[in-house]
Each structure stands twice: as structure tokens, then as C-alpha cells.
């Protein structure tokens, strides 16, 4: 620390022209190379087997998650005007170059599937629009004697229908987006409302809005920083440059994340938050450390101020942020890039405002001045009465301060049983916004929005021609269709054959079941080839009838509903497997909650690892075990707390919360080591452990507390950001503040006030 407080204060020009430089060229790479990464698919760990299997089925089924159009006309949408929207709104999206014309579903493109004299026919609902009374019923009969679309395309009410256009993973953007709302708005007219929805609209939208609504956010944050900042450091000096040096880590951190080539995932729109947290940390305990020595040493020069604050206070804020960073990088471990990137980034953030703090800050106040408010005007150290009553309130109710905090830990302990995870995108948005009342809206009057689809693979050719495998799966999907309210509607091949069996039977019902022959079975799959669409068919059966897609409309994307459903088609994988089927699931349903559970598994695998990596680090900087286990108390406090909250407040884990024990990790450990460096400064002077509590509280205390106060006040401002995840985060970063600084100041005081001596 020597030579780095010699060279800041010697060399300033130095120090500020190589930031200057570096700062330029990252801004730079940040402004010319950074892109939003908008595909979901590529969050996920593309190695992993149940990735590497959907990705699978999705190309041999040709799986493309669907933009679903509702036309809404409430008096019915069976009249002339209505079905010419229908018709013209297909062609419309068919036009567009980022939609495959084959793709497009609609009243307009759905087959009929019909029986003349015997034979098999598939012909189109109506090509020419129905424009006499006559034309319109008949319409009307044909789509309710079709279960294939009634209930599916055409509400049960038939006052919606529903358009759906297939897309590529990578084709969704904004302008897209806005060309799909122009579109339909120009088809809508006083009868008729359209609205629109889909995972893609959704997925979509907020990895697009989400981080501008970050972007908003963070100004806000940041000026609420500057306030209370100014209000605790009384100095626009040190003010604007501790957000000089928060603003210059947050620079380089994406700027070296453009450098080399990593794209920005929504997860990472955190970071700012994460580095504004912990860089306003370092410049407060290095200013306050400062007017403490000048107050001290009134004689003291401008350079001898500056070397001592980086001398005195380089040990902690290094061992504070290294701590820091290693907890980060821990992170690697997730099977998740973003989050591995997270955890990589943030840490060199965290370097970065480190070597900001010791260089930048000494060498700028070694060229502009150290305030005035911090230089000696002859009043003499005293101890805040606040430092002075909370530590002699703490340490003569010892007992109950420990009481208290098992209390805390044990009840945050029974809040933690009810947290639950959420894999829902939906759920991102305010329950007022479009994009949620027109997925409940279509949740309501059709299947559901959300598909999960069901793969059941056989090792025996024309597997799915066989009555028995084909009658199961039926079983399945009627009686899950039946028992579970969040499964709305199935399709799959059996629809087809219950329908043709039908048709070729007079229409009879009691002929719309599988038929008993496989022959038969063969005979009218080949006459659908023959007379329809035949990718129709190959959407639901690969070519030689050894696996099938079945196809679940789920009422809800979150994981409490996904895992439902999954639990109930489990319980038929003995009666597959008895007849040579297994089961495997597929689409992005199914991919979004294994990716939720993959972020959720490799949080409690970074954190157990992160604490026990700090805990030794601690252990041997101070070369007491027992001070590594101290420090932990803060963080596993925290950690407890924030999550016991979450579970009380009904707050989902999902993968903006999941972070949040990164974060009390950061902040815990940064406090508990700064208090225990200078408790141990204080004991080597004060005999009385008590004195020493008081110093260290007066000293690195009210540091910790002026920490927390401007982070928590600024973070509390998130509470007006239009998306949910993000009012949480704002909340919940300020809980984990205010918990980590009680945590230090009470039960970690207690603790380390009863060890009887330090190891030099």
C-alpha cells in the first residue's frame, strides 16, 4: 500500500491520464461492439441434455414457438365483415419477411376434414368469405362439428379467433414487433378488436424493455445517490467523484464485455446496480477514514493525508473487495452463461472500482484540493453520541441480541419454506399492462398460451400406428385435459385419427375413436397425405411413426403450473414403458423452467462455495479461523432474512431474485470486514473492549451507516419501475443494505467483542 499511496500522490497526472485512456478506449468498444442479446434459446446451456433433446424434437417436428393474433368481435365473428379480416389479416402476415408463408394458421388456412361417399376429403373452411345468411351458418356448423378447430381456432362463445404465426428463435425485435401492432391496428375497426400475444411477444418485449427500463431507472438512482451522498460527505468534491469512479467501473465492466465479444443478456442490466452498491462503499470508507486523520493531525500535509488514507484503509477495502470478487466468480460454476458473465464481470467491476478508489481518488484530491469541510478547524475527535449509546446498548444486552437474532434467523428460517420458484415471463409484467390481459384474455377463451409439448419415442417403426400406444396416448391427454384446470386444451395425431375415423363413418360419435386395426390406421394416415396438408401430419409423427409430438396448451408459464402438469404425465411412464414408449418433453415451455431450476441449483452451489472460499480467505489474512466465521454471520443473516421476506411476501425465486444472495453476499462481507480491521486496530490501543467497540463504531460505523443510508435511498427508488422484477430487486437490495448493517453493528459486535485477544 506503500508504493500505491507514493505513486497517486506523486504521479497524478499519471494516474489520471492511463484511467483517461483506458476509459476512452473501453467507451469506445462498449459504443461500437455491444449488442442486446434478444434470443432466449441463447441463454440457455446449449450442451445440456435436455437443451440438446428439445433442440432435437423442435427440428424434427419443425417446434416454433407461435405469435398468437385474437380477432375479437363480440357480437360473433361469423358475419362478412369479420371473416374478410380474418382472410385479409393471414395474407397480411404470410407478406411479411420475417414469417414463412406455410407458417400462418388461421380460420382461413385451416383444413376441413370431411368424408364424401367414403372417401376422405380435406378442403379449406372457405375460400371465398361467406356473404349471405345461408353461408354463414353453414360456416358456423362446420367449424362446431370439427373438433380439431372448435375450441382451438374459433372460441367456444365464438366471438374470438385466433391467428397463429410461427416464427425462428432469432427473428422477434422491436421493430417487428411495432410492424405486428401497425398491422393491427389497421384491421380493426369499432366490432372488431385485435389483440396480440404468444412467448414470443412476451420473451420478446422484456428482454428488449426491461433493460431501457433499467436504463431509465438508473439516472434516477444514481442522482438519489448524489443527494444523500452530498448530505453525508457535506463536499460536491468527493461527491461527484465517488460517482466518477462508480460510473468509470460500470464503463469498463461492459466495455471490456463488448472487447471481447460477450453480448449483453438481460441479467446483465444488474450490474450497475451491483457496482454503484459496492464502489460508493470504498470512496465513503476512504473519506471517512480521511477527515478522521486530519482531524487528528491538523499539521499534516495534503500528500502525508492522502498516503496514510490509502495506507491505512488499502488493507480492508482490499480484503473487502477481493472477498468480494471471489464471491463473484464463484458464479462460474452456474451451467448458465449468463450467469457465469455476471459473475465474471461484476468481479472486475469490483476490481476495477478497487483500483479506482486507491489511485484515482488520491490522485485527484492530490491535484484539486482536499475539501475544506474535512481539513482541522481546531475542534477537537469526539465520539457521535449515536456510536456511543447503540454500542453500550448492544454490548450490555448481549444476551439479547443473540435471542433476537436466532428469533430472526429461526423465523426467517419458516418464511424461507414458503418461497417458490417462478419460471413465468407473463409474470415480469404489471398485471394492468396489454401484454397481460391479452394473454389472459386468450388463456380465457381458448387452450392457453404456454405449450408444452410431450415426445414419445419408440424404438419400433410405425410405432404410432398401433392401436394399443395410440389409445394410451389418448388416455393421457383426455384424462390430463380433464383433471388439471391449468391444461386447456391437447393436440396430436390421435386427433387426427379420431377425426378421419368419424368422417368415414357418416359422422357418427361414436366412431370418433382410434380405430382397432393397425392397417386402418396406415390406410388413413396415407389418405391424409395424400388429400391434405402432409406437414400438417409431420408436426405431430416423424416419418416412420416412431415418435410422436403431443401438444399441451397450458393456462399459465410459471413453474408451479409446468411442474403440475409434468408430475401427472409422469404417472403414465410405466404404461408407456410396458408397451415400449418413453417419455420426453420439449418446446420452450419446458426449457424455461429447466433453465430457472439450472440458475436456482447453481446459486446454492456459488454461495456454498463463495462462503467457504471467504471464510478461508479471512481466516488466513487474519490467521484465526474463528475471525472467518465471525464474518460470515452478517452474510448468512442477510442472506436468510432476504430470502425468509421473500417467502413471506409471497415474492417468487425466479432469475432476478435468485441473484439477490450475490448481492447480500457483497455487501455483508464488505461491512463485516471493515468493522473487524479497525476493531482490531482499536483493541491494540484501548485495554477496555468496550472503548474499542465505541472507537470502531464512531470510526467505521458511521461509514457503514452512511453506506447504507445512500444505497438503500437510492435503490428504493426502483420501487417505480414499470417492471415488477425490477421493483423487487430495488426492495429487496435495500433489505439486504439495511440487514447486513444491523447484522454488523449488533450480533457480529457481540461476537467478536467476546474474543479475548487478535493475532497479530
Known sequence: ??????????????????????????????????????????????????????????????????????????NGIYNTNTLRKVKELTKALQDMKEIERGDVNSLYEAENIVGTDGA??????????????????????????????????????????????????????????NKLLDTAKDFEDEENAIYIAGKPIVEGT?????????????????????????????SIKTTLLTLLGVVLSIIWAFGLMAAVGVPIYSVATILPVMLIAMGVAYAIHLFNHLKIFLTRNPEATRAEALRNMVRVMGRPVVISATTTAVGFMSLLTSEVYPIKYFGLF??????????????????????????????????KERNHPLAVGLTKWVLSHQKGVVIGSVIVILLSGWGIQKVWINSSFIDKFNKDSDIVLTDQLINEKFGGTTILNVVLNSSDLDAFKQPDILRLADKMQVEVDAELEEVGNTFSLTHFLKRMNQVLHSDSAEYYTIPDSQDLNAQYLLLYEMSGDPDNLWKQVDYDFSRANLTFQLKGDDTKTIKAVLDRIDSYKDDFEELGVTIRYAGSGYKAMVFTQLILDGQIQSLALSLLIIIVILAITYREISVGLIASVPILITTVVSFGVMGFLNVPL??????????????????????IERYRDYRKIHTDKTQAAIATMNHTGRAIMFNAIIVISGFLV??????????????????????????????????????????D
Open 1 to 74: 500500500m506503500k508504493k500505491i499511496s507514493q505513486l497517486a500522490t506523486k504521479h497524478p497526472w499519471l494516474i489520471l491520464s492511463a484511467i483517461l485512456i483506458v476509459t476512452v478506449y473501453f467507451t469506445v468498444q462498449m459504443m461500437n461492439n455491444s449488442r442486446l442479446e434478444t434470443d432466449l434459446d441463447e441463454y440457455m446451456p446449449q450442451t445440456h441434455p435436455a437443451f440438446m433433446y428439445s433442440d432435437s424434437a423442435e427440428a424434427i417436428f419443425n417446434i416454433k414457438d407461435g405469435i398468437l393474433i385474437a380477432l375479437e368481435n363480440k
Open 120 to 177: 376422405l376429403d380435406v378442403t379449406p373452411f372457405y375460400d371465398e368469405v361467406p356473404d349471405t345468411p345461408e353461408a354463414l351458418e353453414k360456416l358456423r356448423n362446420n367449424v362446431r362439428s370439427n373438433e380439431i378447430v372448435y375450441g382451438r381456432i374459433v372460441s367456444n362463445d365464438e366471438t374470438v379467433t385466433i391467428l397463429t404465426a410461427e416464427i425462428e428463435d432469432d427473428v422477434f425485435s422491436i421493430d417487428f414487433y
Open 206 to 234: 422484456l428482454v428488449f424493455l426491461a433493460p431501457k427500463d433499467m436504463q431509465q431507472m438508473v439516472p434516477i438512482v444514481v442522482l438519489v445517490i448524489i443527494i444523500v451522498l452530498f448530505i453525508a460527505l457535506r
Open 346 to 379: 461484476t468481479a472486475f467491476g469490483v476490481v476495477v472500482a478497487l483500483a479506482l478508489s486507491l489511485l484515482m481518488l488520491p490522485a485527484a484530491l492530490m491535484l484539486m484540493g482536499i475539501p475544506k469541510n474535512m481539513l482541522s478547524t481546531g475542534a
Open 654 to 675: 425466479s432469475t432476478t431474485t435468485a441473484l439477490l444472495a450475490s448481492i447480500a453476499m457483497g455487501v455483508g462481507i464488505d461491512y463485516a470486514v471493515h468493522f
Open 718 to 759: 426502483m420501487l417505480f419501475s414499470v417492471f415488477p422484477p425490477n421493483r423487487e430487486l430495488g426492495a429487496l437490495i435495500s433489505l439486504n443494505m439495511f440487514t447486513s448493517f444491523v447484522g454488523t453493528v449488533t450480533i457480529m459486535l457481540v461476537l467478536i467483542n467476546r474474543k479475548k485477544k487478535f493475532k
